[in-house]
């Protein structure tokens, strides 16, 4: 049977696109997820919500247990997971207030636990995440997105930083140079241990502003992200109830 996760981003702590809810506390081997997880349906369709960085956004990036996260889904019976993302753009194209649908990532993680395997005492374990987003998830995602003609970019490559402080202009141009378009602190790692779960995986990331590579404007602040998330998070929700009634069905 489908069962469809949200991962919840900034912005989208909560939701209120599931009916019948019931809340259940779960515990895993690596640990409690970032927030108790909110099951239900959304039509036909089974749906369970966790919030990556808790209710209250408390979880710093490197802090997300994100091992806790996605063992919980898969615990759970979870077969597709969608997540949230709020992101900066490298590109001049890709506009604060665009949705992006990225179809590669680049890690530039340091501290974050992205795998399950600690040892190969079990075998040896090497994954193959070429194309790291699943194209049946992302298909739908640029369906639904063009059906409601709400701005968006059907293909980016996104780069995962550490955080939780914003880049320097140096790096910023940097990461342009790498190829990368979009920039948050959250997709790699989950994306990277959904895949070796053997969870379908893809992500809508909130275009909120242009990082710091613009040197003709001021570097961004968390105020000026929060006022563009606003609207952006009631685009993604919107995609979000007409995406999983399709992927229930596909």
Known sequence: MTKIAIIGGSGLEKTDLIQ?????????????PSSP???????????????????????????VNNRANI?????????????????GSLREEIHPGHLVIPD?????????????????????????IADPFNET????????????????????????????????????????LWGADIINMSVAPEAILAAELEIPYATIAMSTDYDTWRENI????????KAVMKKNTQKVQ?????????????
């Open 238 to 250: 919107k995609v979000f109830s007409e995406v999983i009634p399709l992927l229930a069905n596909s």
């Open 20 to 32: 019948s809810v019931t809340v259940r506390e779960i515990d895993t081997k690596w640990g409690k």
């Open 218 to 225: 001021a570097p961004v602040t968390w105020e000026e992200i």
């Open 104 to 128: 590669q990532f680049i890690d530039f993680t340091r501290f974050r636990a992205n795998t399950f395997h600690e040892n190969f005492k079990d075998g040896i374990h090497h994954l193959n």
């Open 37 to 63: 997880i909110t099951e239900g349906t959304l039509g036909n369709v089974q749906v369970a919500f966790l919030s990556r960085h808790g209710y209250d956004h408390s979880i710093t990036p490197t802090h």
């Open 137 to 176: 998830i992302r298909n739908a995602l640029i369906k639904v997105c063009e059906l409601l003609k709400f701005d968006h970019h059907p293909k980016a490559t996104v780069i995962t930083i550490e955080g939780p402080r914003f880049s320097t202009r140096a790096e910023s141009h940097m990461f342009r």
């Open 71 to 87: 063992a919980a889904l898969k615990q759970i019976g979870c077969t597709h997971i969608i997540s949230s993302t709020a992101v």
